[in-house]
């Protein structure tokens, strides 16, 4: 009787019968993916934060660096593919199948083009004499912060357009479910939510 | 016959890109107004935080899931955050202070010519 009751409860709650997230399995593991992908950018950020306040030498004001504009249009890029990523899910989930891959495609056209972007600065930032050790405008930390955060955001759009090229084509053949474009979609947001943190704590407050 | 029209399940993005691009343009201007720095830095700050919460909540449809997943999220990179900051914060006051305090041999040539 006891083991019994015992058997029941365990079914109930350990037995695939409870979602304790009211979510499935996958969506909840790409949420917890993200959170410590999350974190990786967190802790960088806060080892640049370290940077910057325990050292005695001058940062360079990133306007005199950068073209705070252009790094605006890459921001305004980012934030419209991932317009386009959301209309996408939605038209997936709808059974609109033609909607969800036309708007995929946009959204790898504006990961690409921000990926263009980002090579364009990387190489005037390097012609003008920026080195992972040392710049001309600075703290020689400078140089480091800068390709590695810019460094690992970049290679997450690269892989975010490696997953959407593919959930493209298999979308346009029927063979992705609307979940799988809700994945590929969650992943390309996280990669845009990045981009809002490294836009104001990199480029626009020290400026 | 229905008052109300159905909305488009597509509003909501277009709506929230909108809003991202003016706070953006708003972010991006707000330099030019002189404002005092702790003003600017609690304004980029503050919308910053609006932003994300706009991409996590409209975009990554957090609004509409289960309330554990936005809890999960937000306390798992918050709190990490905050705990890494922690840790950080006192180390960044000693090295500070051992930097801004003059070496040895320079602290004792400066005793000698008062000598």
Redesign the interface.
């Known amino acids: 009787m006891h083991d019994g009751t015992h058997a029941a409860t365990m079914d109930a709650h350990w037995g695939g019968g409870v979602s ?4 499935t399995w996958q969506k ?1 593991m790409m ?2 993916f ?2 410590t992908d ?2 990786l950018f ?2 960088l950020l ?1 080892g640049y ?2 940077l910057r ?4 030498l001058t940062w360079p004001a990133t ?1 005199k660096v950068f073209s ?2 252009f790094i ?1 249009l890459m ?2 890029i980012l ?2 593919s ?2 386009t ?3 996408a899910v ?2 997936a989930r ?1 059974g609109d199948r033609k909607k969800a891959f036309v708007n995929l495609v946009f959204t790898i056209v504006g990961g690409a083009a921000f990926l263009g972007c980002q090579a364009f600065e990387w190489t005037h930032l390097i012609r003008e004499g920026a080195r992972l050790g040392s710049n001309p405008w600075g703290a020689p930390q400078f140089g480091a912060c800068f390709f590695v955060l810019t460094g690992f955001h970049g290679s997450h759009v690269f892989s975010g357009l490696v997953i959407l090229v593919v959930t493209a084509i298999r979308t346009s053949l029927g063979k992705t479910p609307a979940q799988g474009v809700e994945m590929a ?2 992943y390309w ?2 990669v ?2 990045v981009w ?2 490294i ?3 990199f480029y ?2 020290p ?1 | 016959m229905s008052d109300t029209t159905p909305q488009s399940p597509y509003r909501i993005y277009w709506v929230t890109w909108l809003i991202l691009l003016v706070i953006t343009i708003a972010m991006l201007a707000a330099e030019k107004f002189h404002m005092p720095r702790w003003f600017l830095v609690l304004f980029l700050l503050a919308f910053m935080t609006v932003k994300a919460a706009m991409i996590g909540g409209n975009f990554m449809h957090l609004r509409y899931e289960h309330r554990r997943i936005p809890i999960m999220v937000a306390c798992g990179i918050v709190v990490t955050s905050l705990v890494l900051l922690a840790f950080l914060t006192p180390e960044t006051w000693n090295v500070r202070g051992k930097t801004t305090a003059p070496p040895p041999a320079a602290a004792a040539s400066v005793h000698e010519v008062h000598e």
């Open positions: 304790p997230f009211g979510a909840t949420w917890i993200i959170v999350a974190l967190s802790g806060c934060a370290y306040m325990a050292g005695q306007g705070l504009p605006a921001t305004f934030i419209t991932s317009m990523m959301g209309t939605t038209a709808l979609g969650l947001h996280f845009d939510l809002v943190f836009f104001t704590l626009l407050l400026n």
